[in-house]
């Protein structure tokens, strides 16, 4: 067929046919003309025996220009492109370099690099014996749109993954990417996996620090960490992801496979991130069904396990500020106001925190994230403040922390109503009375609901007539009375017992 060149096989199939059948046919069976069976019925070599032209069918655009200009501009600067080549010629010579030339000159550049240009990357591939090596990365996860109860859910994931067999264990990450994600992350897949693989490889985790102090004592403990465990570490140089390409090659396969099940799901919300952990879990499940023959051989070159977990969390001393709060991490917390003044020790895990007394465990917070543009983060739990709001109740009006002190948007668009119909003094005492019911009666999702319709209606809350309804009403206990007999009785009951 025209425009389509001829190859050896082709040429091989017709002489097959042309034994047999007439010269059209066996062209028409090969798809070629009769006029180039008529021309292959004279040649005895191959297409691709056959020599190149020595000759030139049309003048050379760029003759006289090629090794005086072209070619010292090239061996200056190797990464130059046709494009810039060719821009260059016309400026110099203008009107004389059409665009059509771009071709031309660039499978002459082409050629040149091909024999006279730089040495290029060459990438070597790696036999990986198992046993060997684990991996692990994190990525992010916006991609997803996953939402939980509505809120989108801002997030990374960690996987890790071992060379030899591709078997995977993935974690949900929320407090973005550090040790204790890390080390939270690689001791649940080990566990999980029942061995440990002689070396351990992450990316320069440049993610994880802030200055050089902070990267050296991350340094310290990821290296305590793989001790522990017996590994190795290692880790790719920065800006080099191929040398981690074991895992970065599963990122992509992870997410897109869990896309796949999120559209065949039909929605992206779940009702909490429980659930939401349960739906990764069956996604790399899957993926670990398919490669379970070579995991089930790796499993059996990996070393013990120690006796024990090695620590996963981060301590971090604070100390509570007048205001009830303390900061961790660029995110402000709200705790009792009776921890105020006292230096906590602050163990980071990955998605909580605990806050320490001495070895008394005080508190347990649930671990919040920065703000999308480096501002500080804030965890504000109401029901830490409420004793002081009850207390000073007009201290609600102007605080810093007001509009994160409501659980709920109801509670925010109540504020907003009151603020405009009462005076000031009574705002603050009925919306902190409103709070107060939430947190000590246990009916915050129920009193949201009830000022979701006074909202729509226009009406102002009722504080007494909603505690009636809502709070719980105090157990009645039983009066007992307890009369002691006198000590005369035991005498006489052991007299006739004797």
Not at 87 to 94: G, L, S
């Amino acid at each position: 067929m025209a425009g389509k060149r001829i190859g050896d096989h082709q040429v091989g199939i017709y002489k097959k046919h042309r034994a047999q059948l007439s010269q059209e046919v066996a062209a028409a069976k090969v798809g070629i003309s009769a006029r180039s069976a008529r021309r292959l019925e004279g040649l005895t070599a191959l297409p691709s025996q056959r020599e190149a032209r020595p000759w030139r069918t049309r003048a050379d655009p760029f003759e006289g220009l090629w090794q005086s200009e072209i070619v010292p501009m090239l061996e200056a600067t190797p990464a130059l492109t046709a494009m810039t080549l060719l821009e260059e010629m016309q400026r110099r010579y203008p009107g004389k370099y059409d665009d059509k030339l771009l071709r031309t000159l660039q499978r002459r550049v082409r050629t040149w690099n091909a024999c006279f240009g730089r040495e290029r990357e060459v990438f070597f591939a790696q036999v990986h014996p198992p046993g060997r090596l684990g991996l692990s990365d994190f990525t992010h996860a916006a991609v997803l749109n996953v939402t939980i109860g509505g809120a989108v859910l801002l997030h990374l994931l960690y996987q890790f993954a071992l060379a030899y067999s591709g078997w995977r264990y993935v974690e949900i990450v929320l407090g973005g990417e550090s040790f204790a994600a890390l080390s939270s992350g690689l001791q649940n897949a080990i566990w999980m996996m029942g061995g440990v693989p002689e070396e351990h490889r992450t990316d320069s985790l440049a993610a994880a620090f802030n200055n050089h102090a902070e990267h050296e004592q991350l340094t310290r403990r990821y290296e305590a960490l793989c001790t522990h465990y017996g590994m190795r570490p290692s880790r790719n140089n920065l800006g080099v992801s191929h040398e981690n390409g074991s895992i970065e090659s599963r990122q992509g396969t992870l997410k897109r496979t869990l896309e796949q099940a999120l559209l065949l799901r039909g929605h992206r919300d779940f009702e909490d991130l429980e659930a939401y952990r349960r739906f990764v879990a069956e996604v790399f499940g899957r993926l670990n069904a398919r490669v379970a023959r070579k995991f089930n051989e790796e499993r059996g070159q990996l070393k013990a396990l120690p006796a024990r977990r090695s620590s996963d969390y981060e301590e971090v001393e604070v100390g509570v500020t007048k205001y009830s709060t303390l900061s961790v991490k660029k995110v402000l917390y709200t705790v009792p106001s009776r921890l105020v003044g006292h230096r906590l020790k602050v163990r980071v895990y990955s998605e909580r925190l605990e806050c320490w007394l001495g070895n008394v465990c005080v508190l347990e917070l649930r671990r919040g994230q920065p703000g999308a543009t480096g501002q500080r983060g804030r965890v504000v739990d109401y029901r830490h403040l409420l004793p002081a709001l009850k207390r000073k109740p007009g201290a609600l009006a102007r605080s810093a922390l007001r509009d994160d002190l409501f659980p709920r948007t109801e509670y925010r668009q109540m504020w907003a109503q009151l603020k405009d119909r009462l005076s000031e003094a009574v705002a603050c005492r009925l919306m902190v009375g409103l709070l107060d019911l939430a947190g000590n009666a246990g009916c915050e999702a129920e009193l949201a609901q009830r000022l979701a319709s006074l909202l729509e209606s226009g009406e102002l809350p009722d504080l007494e007539q909603l505690q009636t309804e809502l709070a719980p009403f105090p157990a009645e206990c039983p009066t007992v009375e307890v009369v002691l007999p006198s000590l005369a009785s035991y005498d006489q009951l052991l007299q006739e017992v004797a």
